[in-house]
């Protein structure tokens, strides 16, 4: 069964950067989106960014625009998260996330059946 596997979380300081990926490891999936979440203590987990895999489209929450990129290894089925000048309110649990989500599920949980297993970013002086 395909799962998915992230990787590249860790601590920084305010104003640093972090690169996550997300690896695509037993099979293929059928999939035309994959997605990154976060979830924060306390907080329900919230959309950040999404990309299109056919046509590459992205989209970024508001709270990230400009300052994270996400990105595509289209032939390893690996995605990218480059994450610069971070700030506390960044750290989280960051999830990577694929399916077959439709223009109004995108950036919700539910546009999306595969799921990794989480990674931790802590943004802490």
């Known amino acids: 069964q395909a799962q998915l596997v992230e990787s590249g979380g860790g601590l920084v300081h305010p104003g640093g950067s972090l690169k996550l990926s997300c690896a695509t490891s037993?099979?293929?999936?059928?999939?035309?989106?994959m997605a990154w979440f976060r979830q924060a203590p306390g907080k329900e987990r919230e959309f950040v960014a999404s990309l299109r895999w056919r046509g590459g489209g992205t989209y970024y929450s508001d709270s990230v625009k400009g300052r994270f990129s996400i990105s595509r290894d289209r032939a390893s089925g690996t995605i990218y998260l480059q994450m610069n000048n971070l700030d506390p309110d960044d750290t989280a649990i960051y999830y990577c996330?694929?399916?077959?989500?439709?223009?109004?599920?995108?950036?919700?949980?539910?546009?999306?059946?595969?799921w990794g297993q989480g990674t931790q970013v802590t943004v802490s002086s």
């Open positions: 996330a694929a399916g077959r989500p439709i223009t109004s599920t995108a950036t919700t949980v539910r546009g999306y059946s595969y």
């Open positions: 037993g099979g293929s999936i059928d999939i035309n989106g």
